[in-house]
């Protein structure tokens, strides 16, 4: 079982920045993190990923505008969000793979609005 927690959401206005944490209980080390949103009625939805090795990959809609970065020695992993527009906002959930189980922390919600 790992627990995941996200931290580092909340109010913030069009252009503002943001920077999110997910720290999980057990190591990270040679797992690739993964970073999820779910805006109102919508599906949930990719954002980023960074590899054990921190290869990077970003949805089209944030890419040049978020960065994700880990520090395994935390078992944290991070997402910087620049230039942030009002689509941004949504529960923002980091991903936890282990072969085929899958572990979410509960969220943390981010409202850009003016």
Known sequence: QVQLVESGGGLVQPGGSLRLSCTASRSIFSITMVWHRQAPGKQREFVAF???????????????????????????????????????????YCRYTVGNMNYWGKGTPVTVSS
């Open 50 to 92: 960074i590899t054990s090795s921190h290869s990077t990959n970003y949805a089209d809609s944030v890419k040049g505008r978020f960065t994700i970065s880990r520090d395994n020695a935390k078992n944290t992993v991070y997402l910087q969000m620049n230039s942030l527009k009002p689509e941004d906002t949504a529960v923002y």
